[in-house]
């Protein structure tokens, strides 16, 4: 079996675009949510989002093409191609036939969905767009990544709820591992902020309300949580087969070497009781890095600021890994960047490999009030140095998808 790398790495997030401004604000513990501008917010009950700041995608791509694109695929494009300048690619020298690309999208494009549909319902048929389907559904993310760089190997969408990009991630490390491809562009992209689907979320009482105070609201494992923030944005990674990345001389920052994909068979939104799946996959994980669970340093946890979720996570955790682990440390970064759905497990991958990279843990901002449920080493408030071999990043979705990646440190 080949081993798998991370050579490259994009990130457009509500922190920062790119790499460098994402991981500095995480480590900094900024909050990027504040009050949604993209539309009237008056009659919901939530009022609050993790948006993406000062995004011109024609700053990266051409305007034409970006106009083709709904909001989520011109994301999953823009993280791409940061992802493929930060891995220093030279499209011209890869066998593009061995180039795949995985993306997870949780929702896809709702705000092409909504502006056709209104359209229709004020204006008769004949006035949708005939863009309407090809910007809409969810594989365009992939598509057009596939399109705009050339990328040939196979090429798909993994759609898992709030485990999509995490999946997908998983997914690339199996193709490259078997000897399929040389490289995969994976990761994820999301972009719900939007009428319908915060009244949707609303309606669930999924939520934070925590309107007055927003930099306040995604509270993870802290007892007075009361929901989760939407955010939205892409998280794209370049995986690459060992030997291919040291012929070309790239920057390796940490190795792939494990993925636990497993389901509840519960609930369609709240997650297994005795979180048995959850404990599943990371257990699944470690057994194909044939990893001692002792050695495993950081875990960015889902810990969406539910109760339920962070509960059962911290659960299961405890199911893992027993005694050690009061020894980890765990952050959840969605406390800064609230929860990107099928975007998440992206960005939260980014964060894992930077913090085996950096030798730096990102904090959980906003903890202020211990929950006897949630007793573990939550990195409270301030970011701490910390060597580590091996980090975890877990993604738990409706529909009871379960979904783990475990990273190491990169040693010749």
């Known amino acids: 079996m080949k081993r798998v790398v991370i050579t490259g790495l994009g990130a457009v997030t509500p922190i920062g675009i790119g790499k460098e401004k994402f991981w500095n604000s995480l480590i900094q513990g900024k909050s990027g949510i504040g009050l949604i501008t993209r539309f009237d917010t008056k009659e919901f009950d939530t009022k609050i989002g993790a948006e993406v700041k000062d995004f011109n995608p024609s700053d990266y791509i051409d305007k034409k ?87 040939r190997g196979p090429t798909m969408t993994v759609t898992t709820a709030c ?19 040389d490289m995969v562009v994976a990761g994820g992209a999301d972009a719900s902020i939007t009428p319908i ?27 007075e949580r009361d929901g989760f923030v939407m955010g939205e944005g892409a998280g794209i990674l370049i995986l690459e087969e060992l030997n291919h990345a040291l012929s070309r001389g790239a920057n390796i920052y940490g190795e792939i070497v494990g993925y636990g994909s497993t389901s509840d068979a519960f609930h ?3 997650p297994d009781p005795e979180a048995r799946g959850a404990t599943r996959a990371m257990e699944l994980a470690l057994e ?59 960005i939260e991958a980014i964060a894992a490999i930077m913090a085996i990279k950096e030798g730096i843990i990102p904090p959980t901002i906003n903890y202020e009030h211990p929950d006897e449920e949630c007793d573990l ?33 990169y040693i010749d």
Do not use: W
Not at 163 to 181: C, D, L, P, Q
Not at 197 to 223: I, Q
């Open 65 to 151: 093409e970006a106009k083709r694109m709904d909001r989520f695929t011109q994301y999953a494009v823009v993280g791409a191609k940061l992802a493929i300048e930060d891995g220093n690619l030279n499209l011209d020298k890869l066998n593009l036939d061995k180039v795949g690309v995985v993306i997870g999208v949780g929702i896809g494009g709702m705000e092409t969905m909504e502006t056709e549909y209104g359209k229709l319902r004020d204006r008769g048929p004949s006035r949708v767009s005939p863009l309407f389907i090809p910007m809409m559904i969810s594989n365009m993310a992939p598509g057009q990544i596939s399109m705009t760089f050339g990328f």
């Open 163 to 181: 485990a999509s990009s995490t999946h997908a991630i998983g997914e690339a490390f199996r193709m490259i591992k078997s000897g399929n491809v």
């Open 197 to 223: 689907s915060v009244a949707g979320f609303c309606s669930m009482k999924a939520l934070s309300t925590r309107n007055n105070d927003p930099t306040k609201a995604s509270r993870p494992f802290d007892k």
């Open 268 to 270: 369609i939104t709240q």
């Open 288 to 346: 194909e890095a044939a990893a001692d669970y002792n050695d495993v340093e950081y875990i960015n946890a889902h810990g969406t600021s539910t109760y339920f979720n962070d509960k059962l996570e911290t659960l299961a955790i405890k199911n893992v890994f027993k005694d050690h682990a009061e020894d980890i440390n765990i952050s959840s970064t969605k406390s800064m960047t609230g929860h990107l759905l099928g975007a998440a497990g992206g």
């Open 377 to 409: 080493n939550y990195t409270p408030n301030e970011a701490v140095k910390r060597d580590i071999k091996y980090a975890l990043s877990n993604s738990l979705g409706f529909g009871g998808h379960n979904g783990t990646v475990l990273f190491k440190k």
